[in-house]
């Protein structure tokens, strides 16, 4: 018997264990594939790797002097051998430990609801083992790729994220349906490491984001040598007997590559997971309510990460299991639950505060909602853009600095809902942002928070200046 159990071992269960653990429960976490999930093996880390050393290279280049120092081509294999490294070869064995460490006991096996607080884990060689929650159950079993029904895709084993994050070669042609965060990033990493790359993008590129996002990025796509092809999709694929990969689209065009990555969004992994057991149609995203429990179930089974849809985000599914451990913490001891918003136990920032950085050339860092998000949210708004590269510093950080910085304000109450930045190194930038968004910050205030010169953050002060101050 433990106090909680919790299924899936990504970024987000380990966080959720690690938070009960330290509330003085104990836990039982399962996993059935490599402790630290997706986000550590097939997402965040290994496309983060592989999209570093382009990022480096195309700075050197941006920059005289520098860049003549600079006499050759990305190494490939290098590349690729420094994201197994960040992979970490594709072994648990430390995420495994830091969990031991922490005082959690590992399950290894698929993980099925049986029941009422009870959970059966099935190990590699069959052996079933059943463990009850004295308090609470957490999924947090994350999300796979989702493969669209198009006909031949799935016969022709198209790469997922999966495939392109841990390939082992860098195809020669490359193609990638889909036009997300997902898509830019693999598009600038095989390009940047030599793949000729077609993008398929049927919505468009980025469309989620501020249009100035996805006109930047497809205008630094197409300087790399990127057919971006906005409005296209495929009506066919097949995989010929030499490996040779052909989509025919939907006007009837075909393109020939080597892979074809889809990469059009992702589906919950909740079809094995018992859900039937609790009443709960398999296969669906877990709606929870403001305390992330699951809705339909009586109190005791939680849903937190990617597996609940509210934001797929290795932070933000992390921010939501700190949240997750102390209320069921809270519960278990009789202690009131702090769920108002901005509370303890509340995950307020899943609604108007996420903040994402896409590792695109240019980057793309934004918190909170966009002018369109805004106003469908009926926010009376205004919109301030500003040219990053008339920022000095944005100017002696590289020649031909090229970016756009957005805020978006919400005329009601003063403060800033909304912050894009789109540039060279713009990630580490975006923290004042997010911090400007949740503390509400007046932006009289924000007056008195100086950028120091000369820095990229001087946009600040240039937005409150096209802003204006209140008389
Ligand atoms: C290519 C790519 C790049 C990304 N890059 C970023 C990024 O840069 N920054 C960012 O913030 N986010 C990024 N994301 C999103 C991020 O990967 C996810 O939001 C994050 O992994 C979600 O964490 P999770 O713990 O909810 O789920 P997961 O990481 O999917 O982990 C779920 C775990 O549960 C296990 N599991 C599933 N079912 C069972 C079962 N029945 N029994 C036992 N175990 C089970 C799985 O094996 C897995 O280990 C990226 C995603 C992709 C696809
Ligand atoms: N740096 C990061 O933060 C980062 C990096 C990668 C992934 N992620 C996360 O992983 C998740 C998955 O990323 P993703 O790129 O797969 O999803 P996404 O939702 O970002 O983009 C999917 C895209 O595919 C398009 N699409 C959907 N169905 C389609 C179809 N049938 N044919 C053609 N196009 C179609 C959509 O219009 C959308 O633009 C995202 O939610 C993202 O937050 C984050």
Redesign the pocket.
């Known amino acids: 018997m433990f106090d909680v159990i919790v299924i899936g071992a990504g970024p987000v269960g380990e966080n959720v264990a690690d938070r009960v653990v330290q509330g003085g429960l104990s836990v039982a976490v399962v996993e059935r594939e490599l402790v630290g999930g997706e986000c550590s093996y097939w997402?965040c880390m290994p496309?983060k790797a592989l999209l570093r050393s382009t990022a480096a290279l195309s700075a050197v280049r941006r920059l005289p002097g520098a860049r003549e120092a600079v006499t050759g081509p990305l190494d490939a294999s290098a590349v690729l051998a420094r994201r197994d490294a960040f992979a970490s070869n594709w072994a648990d064995d430390g995420q495994a430990a830091w969990l031991d460490r922490i005082g959690a006991r590992l399950f290894r096996g698929e993980g099925r609801l049986s029941g009422t607080r009870t959970v059966e884990v099935t190990a590699a060689d069959g052996t079933v083992t059943s463990l009850t929650a004295r308090h609470a159950v957490v999924v947090a079993t994350g999300s796979g790729a989702l493969v669209?029904d198009v006909a031949g895709l799935r016969a022709a084993a198209p790469w997922t994220?999966r495939e392109a994050a841990a390939a082992r070669t860098v195809p020669g042609r490359l193609v990638i349906?889909?036009?997300?965060?997902?898509?830019v990033?693999m598009a600038t990493a095989f390009a940047g490491l030599g793949s000729a790359v077609t993008m398929?993008a049927?919505?468009g590129v980025l469309?989620a984001a501020e249009p100035f996002a996805g006109e930047l990025v497809t205008e630094a796509l197409r300087n790399a040598g990127v057919s971006v092809r906005a409005g296209a999709?495929p009506r066919s694929v097949e995989r010929a007997d030499d490996g040779t990969v052909r989509a025919t689209l939907t006007t009837g065009e075909t393109i020939e590559a080597d892979e074809l990555l889809v990469?059009?969004?992702?589906t919950p992994n909740t079809r094995d997971i018992g859900l039937e057991r609790v009443g709960l149609p398999p296969g669906d995203w877990l709606a929870v309510d403001d305390t992330l429990r699951v809705v339909g179930v009586d109190g005791w089974l939680y849903a937190a990460g990617d597996v609940n849809r509210r934001v797929?985000?290795t932070h933000q599914g992390k921010y939501q299991a700190r949240a997750v451990g102390d209320v069921i913490v809270a519960r278990a001891a009789g202690r009131p639950v702090d769920d108002g918003r901005w509370g303890r136990h509340a995950v307020t920032a899943d609604e108007r505060a996420v903040p994402?950085?896409?590792?695109t050339e240019p980057e793309v860092a934004s918190v909170g909602l966009t002018a369109a998000a805004a106003e469908a949210a009926g926010l009376s708004i205004r919109v301030v853009d500003h040219d990053l590269g008339t920022v000095a510093g944005a100017a002696v950080h590289a020649d031909g600095y090229g970016g756009r910085a957005r805020m978006v304000v919400d005329e009601g109450r003063n403060v800033i809902v909304g912050f894009t930045l789109v540039g060279p190194d713009v990630a580490e930038l975006l923290h004042a942002a997010t911090i400007a968004v949740v503390g509400e910050v007046p932006l009289d205030r924000l007056w008195h928070a100086v950028p120091a010169f000369p820095t990229i953050s001087e946009v600040w002060l240039r937005l409150l200046e096209a802003y204006g101050r209140s008389a």
Not at 356 to 359: A, D, G, L
């Open positions: 997402a496309t669209p994220s349906v889909g036009g997300g965060v997902v898509a990033e398929l049927r919505d469309p999709e990469a059009v969004g992702r797929l985000l994402q950085v896409i590792f």
